[in-house]
């Protein structure tokens, strides 16, 4: 009996009369249940952990008419803004800006929540995908979300600003999660890069938060590469 | 949405649990379930109607999470602490996502052939037919695979 077919039995993988074979065997020695047993836990033990993303709301969202960009024109964009920041990025995923959909992925609370910011300590959290975004992107990345200034306020937060499809603002980082301090609508942007946090508002906003100087590439990768603590 | 976009989007929970399976922290997965449905949008010509999407689309998601692993190895070097991704993600069930990391991080450990194998069977409970198709190799080599990953699992979790 080998450990291959005991594996296909608990897979599902086996013909009835072999089943039963394999179920015989196993329960006729110790040391074949208990490898098993072992094989069963880790199958239960994977599903468990990982059966729970695939039970958060992922929705596919049709980008507003106005925010198609050719490839041609965001690989410009992309270039001349490369270009001027000089910092460079390490790595790139292929075709955000190309795409004629974006795909929001959504934390599980989100949508079941009533509409309205209620008076609770977590309701300032902001979800997937600009909590995403803000975990992972650079200043400098064309992205459906896009991250401007990264800076440290006058509490020692990491704060970023940001711009989302619907929402612009600034928020910082708390320890579970990335907590809103400012926020507007985000105006109607006809497929610009224009940088997130640029308008009057949320530069006055910046001003008052910070301490020191916006991070540099450099600061900002090193900073992410700490969980921006 | 047409037809099309409907069906894609149902199955964008599963692929972003196969992401899971196959990425090295959540952050990651997040970022190649996007790039797989933006490819899958683009490549939809491609795709042959009566034919499964779902293994159209794994196999899309497979091929993008290898085209890449070079870069990974790279930045891996570069960007150390894989404890970064530690702390990625909003409020929820602390407990169940440290479990999730710590097993992403296990997986993380087997060899892309071993990993994939794993990922589709235990993950996303295909059967050996199915996902050897996905992966285009033999049901036999599907198999060996599978077992000397979970074998390798076992060893790094309770031996």
């Known amino acids: ?38 094989h069963r836990r880790l199958k239960a033990r994977l599903a468990a952990a990982f059966g729970p993303t695939a039970r958060q709301p992922v929705t596919v969202m049709p980008r507003p008419e106005a925010e198609v960009i050719s490839l041609a024109v965001a690989r410009q964009a992309r270039a001349a803004k490369a270009r001027r920041a000089q910092a460079g990025r390490r790595w790139a995923l292929p075709g955000a800006a190309a795409a004629s959909l974006v795909v929001g992925l959504f934390g599980g609370t989100q949508l079941a929540q009533v509409a309205g910011i ?35 306020d006058h509490d020692g937060e990491v704060c970023r600003s940001f711009a989302g499809r619907a929402l612009s603002g600034v928020a910082c980082r708390v320890p579970d999660g990335w907590q ?29 938060m910070i301490a020191g100087a916006p991070f540099d590439a450099t600061q900002e990768q090193a900073a992410r590469g700490t969980g921006w603590k | 949405m047409d037809a099309f976009e409907t069906a894609l989007t149902a199955l964008l929970p599963r692929l972003r649990r196969f992401a899971h399976g196959l990425a090295r922290d959540p952050a990651a997965a997040d970022d190649l379930t996007q790039a797989t ?3 899958a949008l683009q490549a939809r010509a491609q795709w042959q109607q009566g034919t499964s999407l779902d293994a159209w689309a794994y196999r899309i998601m497979r091929n993008i999470w290898i085209d890449t692993a070079r870069s990974r190895q790279r930045r891996d070097k570069v960007l150390a602490p894989a404890e970064a991704g530690e702390s990625v993600g909003v409020a929820g069930d602390a407990e169940g996502k440290a479990e999730l990391h710590f097993l992403m991080r296990a997986l993380d450990l087997l060899p892309d052939e071993q990993r994939e194998a794993v990922a589709l069977v235990m993950i996303e409970e295909l059967s050996y037919r199915e996902a050897a198709a996905v992966l285009d190799i033999p049901i036999g080599t599907l198999t060996s695979r599978l077992v000397r990953g979970r074998q390798a699992l076992l060893a790094l979790l309770e031996d």
């Open chain 2, 37 to 39: 449905a933006e490819r």
């Open chain 1, 1 to 38: 009996m080998d450990e291959q077919r005991i594996i296909a039995w608990l897979d599902g993988e086996l013909d009835p009369i072999e089943a039963e074979e394999v179920a015989r065997a196993v329960a006729a020695d110790p040391a074949l249940q208990a490898r098993a047993e072992a």
């Open chain 1, 180 to 208: 809103l301090r400012y926020a507007a609508p985000a105006a109607a942007q006809a497929g610009d890069y224009r940088q997130a946090g640029s308008d009057p508002a949320t530069a006055q906003v910046i001003q008052a």
């Open chain 1, 118 to 152: 209620e008076d609770r300590r977590d309701a300032l959290a902001l979800a997937a995908p600009i909590a995403h975004a803000l975990d992972v992107q650079l200043a400098s990345e064309a992205r459906p979300v896009r991250v401007a200034l990264s800076f440290r």
